[in-house]
Nanobody, 122 residues
């Protein structure tokens, strides 16, 4: 059993900052990619940022220069520092992890957190 638990969402004014955190726990052998997706009301879920186990990062264009993703491989955690927040960033943010639960598993499986609400007021 694997669990991803997010924390750090909330309400903030435009221009403010929030930091999201996510910890993966349970039967985990190895984690490849960790990251964040978001889904705004009436819109499709979209990628925000990802980070590989060796630190390579990828960001959605709209958050480049404002958001920073980081991870602690030893603790199976990933964080998203969000600065200069805009009302358009309002969404439910989901943590993801592509992981293997055992050494004999050939493929990575994606797990999702339950989501945390981020609301940015104008």
């Amino acid at each position: 059993q694997v669990q991803l638990v997010e924390s750090g969402g909330g309400l903030v004014q435009a221009g403010g900052s929030l930091r999201l955190s996510c910890v993966a726990s349970g039967s985990i052998f190895s984690i490849n990619v960790m990251g964040w997706y978001r889904q705004a009301p009436g819109k499709q879920r979209e990628l925000v940022a990802t980070i590989t186990s060796n630190g390579n990062t990828n960001y959605q264009d709209s958050v480049k220069g404002r958001f920073t993703i980081s991870r602690d491989n030893a603790k199976n955690t990933v964080a998203l520092q969000m600065n200069s927040l805009e009302p358009e960033d309002t969404a439910v943010y989901y943590c993801i992890a592509d992981l293997r639960q055992a050494v004999w598993q050939p493929n990575w499986s994606r797990y999702w957190g339950q989501g945390t609400q981020v609301t940015v007021s104008s």
